[in-house]
């Protein structure tokens, strides 16, 4: 008759899987540990102050007027702010880089002239207009402010996300470089305005 303590052979693999299964178990708990402080390490460093402009929900500032892409250049990328800044002959844009069907990034394509989603084909327009579903509305966009030289607000989008014309800058005499400050412009990414719904 067999014992338990003869059944602990080298055949069952009993007595010597002992120091292996303490060293796997050790070695499972190391790493969920490290797992946990660095998940809390990451919630951490997400509410610490100054981290909203870099992880979107920030105001970015673009410069001044005469930084801006002239009217019909090709939509600009910000990626700290993860926006493109859009100047057609109606004003400037600037739409959040998630398309609004199920959130892919979009890119612009400059031989059709359109957004397109890479995921699932939506197209969308220099406007945001939504062009080809499934999307079902336009692109979301985010406030563009104009300020002038001492940061008081001269303009911004209304509610509705109407694009934002920009003031001309004054010519100044041959005689003169600059006839002073030019107003600055800045994309507010706290407050998201939420696209035209244009199919069901």
Same mark, same amino acid.
């Given at each position: 008759?067999?014992? /338990?303590?003869?059944?602990?052979?080298?055949?069952? !693999?009993?007595?010597?899987?002992?120091? %292996? %299964? #303490?060293? =796997?178990?050790?070695?499972?708990?190391?790493?969920?540990?490290?797992?946990?402080?660095?998940?809390? =390490?990451?919630?951490? +460093?997400?509410?610490?102050? !100054?981290?909203?402009? +870099?992880? $979107?929900?920030? /105001?970015? &500032?673009? !410069?001044?007027?005469? &930084?801006?892409?002239?009217?019909?250049?090709?939509?600009?990328?910000?990626?700290?702010?993860k926006f493109w800044l859009?100047?057609?002959?109606?004003?400037?844009?600037?739409?959040?880089?998630?398309?609004?069907?199920?959130?892919? =990034?979009?890119?612009?394509?400059?031989?059709?002239?359109?957004?397109?989603?890479?995921?699932? $084909?939506? +197209?969308? @327009?220099?406007? !945001? /207009?939504?062009?080809?579903?499934?999307?079902?509305?336009?692109?979301?966009?985010?406030?563009? %402010?104009?300020?002038?030289?001492?940061?008081?607000?001269? #303009?911004?989008?209304?509610?509705?996300?109407?694009?934002?014309?920009?003031?001309?800058?004054?010519?100044?005499?041959? @005689?003169?470089?600059?006839? $002073?400050? =030019?107003?600055? /412009?800045?994309?507010?990414?706290?407050?998201?305005?939420?696209?035209? +719904? #244009?199919?069901?």
């Amino acid at each position: 008759m067999q014992t /338990v303590d003869q059944s602990c052979n080298k055949k069952t !693999g009993c007595a010597c899987a002992t120091p %292996r %299964r #303490r060293f =796997l178990t050790a070695l499972w708990n190391i790493g969920l540990f490290a797992l946990v402080c660095q998940s809390l =390490l990451m919630v951490v +460093r997400f509410f610490q102050p !100054g981290n909203a402009a +870099r992880n $979107g929900g920030g /105001v970015i &500032d673009l !410069g001044s007027i005469t &930084d801006i892409p002239a009217i019909g250049e090709p939509p600009k990328l910000y990626r700290e702010g993860k926006f493109w800044l859009v100047h057609t002959e109606q004003g400037v844009n600037a739409y959040d880089t998630a398309c609004t069907h199920l959130h892919c =990034l979009f890119s612009w394509n400059s031989e059709a002239e359109q957004f397109v989603c890479p995921c699932h $084909g939506s +197209r969308f @327009d220099r406007n !945001g /207009v939504v062009l080809q579903g499934p999307a079902p509305r336009d692109l979301d966009r985010y406030p563009v %402010r104009i300020l002038d030289a001492e940061g008081s607000l001269l #303009r911004e989008t209304d509610e509705q996300g109407r694009a934002l014309s920009l003031p001309v800058p004054e010519q100044p005499d041959s @005689d003169k470089e600059i006839a $002073g400050p =030019l107003p600055r /412009v800045q994309v507010d990414t706290h407050k998201k305005i939420a696209g035209i +719904r #244009r199919h069901v």
